[in-house]
Structures are given as structure tokens and as C-alpha cells.
């Protein structure tokens, strides 16, 4: 039985993520079908493909992912059908696929969507698509390899001989703040030195934990997730509210509005000494 997930920005409020499994259905009755999310921001794809790549992994070989995300950013509608860690990949032409996988897979090629005004317009081209892949067709019978990939790279911590500074990434649905930092890179840059974590402004914290039963109730603590990535948390709380932390937003900054007055919500230090 053929495996799909789907991963979209439309949320559950709306009828079309039922229609889209209906349109997928109809195409494959034997269709196995798991949501990861429906609420991926669609203005944040570094968010969007932490969620991704972190869930992705745990699923066996030949899984389809399909993710639509953001698919009107442009009057040209694409999608790329990439085979990638023997699992296949399939989204809009955006740069979510390089977020996701780090680089462009070289099994990969483009599939043009004709004709297409709505949603549903545009996943039932899919739908048909998806039904090759799991007949079995090489993927270059199905879309055209050669065709532009738009690559698009996840922010990556700035790095001083004794310094990191991380972007916050993603904010979960318990307010605990996701660093673009993983374990590997700090240990890697600590290099067995005592070190100090600092964010918004003069909050510190020196010791990481391994999980929230390490502190009190109501106490701060950083710890690596189960995505290896640097969390900030407050056990029973909630970390962003109370120290008033957001998404890093990198179109601000590019824009330098109001950038510097939130530039301290929006990074995280660490120190080494």
C-alpha cells in the first residue's frame, strides 16, 4: 500500500484538504494518507521546513511527501518531484525543497502545471503525477528534468572564536523557542569551554539540561530536542511570552524596518570563556 503524507499552510477550516485527498483518493483508492500539519506558515519557510525535515525522517523508504505551500507566490506555477533519501519529495518551485533537503537532490525534475487558476485545479495535475510514482514511471518520464530549481538555504548561525548567535527558527504551540542551532555545531564551536547563553538582551542561562523534569516548575532551562536543534523553555510556561521571543524574520531585516528595536527577541547568543 503506497504511503503519502501531506503537509500544507491551509489549514482545517476550509474544505480543501479534504477535497485534496478526495482528488488523491479517486486517482489511488490504495492510498494510505498521514497528515504531518496544516498550519505551516506560509511567510516563514525556515519554519515550515524545520517541520519538514524533522518529521520526514521517521517515515520508511518510498513515502511520497507532498507539500503545498505558498503555491501562488507566482503567476508560474511549478512543482518539483524530487527522489531524496529513497523517499519522494514533491512541492511547489519556491526553494522549499533545497530548505528542506540542503541542496537540490540530483534525481529531480519539474512538473508544469497547465492551466490552473485554484487549488484544487493545481493538486489534481498532481494527484495524476503521484499516480505515475507509484506505477513505478522513472521520474524523467513524468517531468522535465533541466528545468530552473529555485534554491532557496536555511539561515545559519555567525560563528567568532568565542562566540555563536542563532536565529530563532520556530516557536511551538507551547511557546518553547527553537534555535538554529544544533548540538553538533555547538559542540563543535564550544570545544570543551565553559559557556553562557544569552537572549534578549541580559537573560542568561548556563547549564544545559537534558529535559523539563531537570528543573522546577516555573524555571528556565535550554536543552537540545528531540531534533537536536537548542531549545529555550520554562517548565509548565511559556518561554516566548514571558520574555517576549519571535520568529527571526529575515524579510525585516533585509528591509531594515523596526529591524534593530526587535533584533534582541529575535537571536540568541552563546559565549565561550
Known amino acids: 500500500m503506497p504511503l503519502l503524507t501531506l503537509t500544507t499552510d491551509i489549514g482545517q477550516q476550509d474544505f480543501i484538504v479534504g477535497a485534496v485527498k478526495g482528488q488523491l483518493l479517486s486517482a489511488m483508492p490504495n492510498l494510505h494518507i498521514t497528515d504531518i500539519t496544516h498550519y505551516l506558515p506560509h511567510d516563514n519557510f525556515a519554519h515550515a521546513a524545520y517541520i519538514c525535515k524533522n518529521a520526514f525522517t521517521y517515515y520508511p523508504e518510498n513515502t511520497i511527501h507532498f507539500v503545498l505551500l505558498n503555491i501562488f507566490e507566482s503567476s508560474s506555477t511549478h512543482f518539483v518531484i524530487s527522489h531524496y533519501n529513497n523517499q519522494f519529495i514533491i512541492c511547489p518551485n519556491n526553494g522549499i525543497l533545497s530548505m528542506i533537503?540542503?541542496?537540490?537532490?540530483?534525481?529531480?525534475?519539474?512538473?508544469p502545471i497547465l492551466n490552473a487558476n485554484t487549488t484544487l485545479q493545481i493538486t489534481q495535475q498532481v494527484a495524476e503525477a503521484i499516480l505515475k510514482i507509484t506505477q513505478l514511471e522513472n521520474l524523467e518520464n513524468?517531468?522535465?528534468k533541466g528545468l530552473?530549481?529555485?534554491?532557496?538555504?536555511?539561515?545559519?548561525?555567525?560563528?567568532?572564536t568565542d562566540w555563536m548567535e542563532?536565529?530563532?527558527?520556530?516557536?511551538?504551540?507551547?511557546?518553547?523557542?527553537?534555535?538554529?542551532?544544533?548540538?553538533?555545531?555547538?559542540?563543535?564551536?564550544?570545544?570543551?569551554?565553559n559557556y553562557q547563553i544569552i537572549f534578549k538582551r541580559n537573560e542568561t542561562v548556563n547549564t544545559l539540561r537534558n529535559n523539563y523534569a531537570d528543573v522546577k516548575e516555573g524555571d528556565s532551562l535550554a536543552w537540545f530536542n528531540s531534533a537536536g536543534y537548542l531549545e529555550l523553555s520554562i517548565n509548565k510556561g511559556k518561554a516566548a511570552e514571558l520574555y517576549g521571543l519571535e520568529n527571526f524574520n529575515e524579510k525585516m531585516m533585509k528591509r531594515g524596518t523596526n529591524f534593530q528595536n526587535k533584533w534582541f527577541y529575535q537571536i540568541v547568543r552563546i559565549f565561550f570563556k
Open 101 to 111: 533537503t540542503e541542496k537540490i537532490p540530483a534525481s529531480s525534475v519539474v512538473l
Open 142 to 144: 513524468i517531468g522535465t
Open 148 to 160: 530552473n530549481i529555485i534554491e532557496k538555504s536555511m539561515m545559519k548561525p555567525a560563528i567568532g
Open 166 to 193: 542563532g536565529q530563532i527558527l520556530f516557536i511551538d504551540n507551547f511557546e518553547n523557542v527553537v534555535v538554529n542551532i544544533t548540538k553538533e555545531e555547538f559542540e563543535k564551536e564550544r570545544k570543551g569551554r
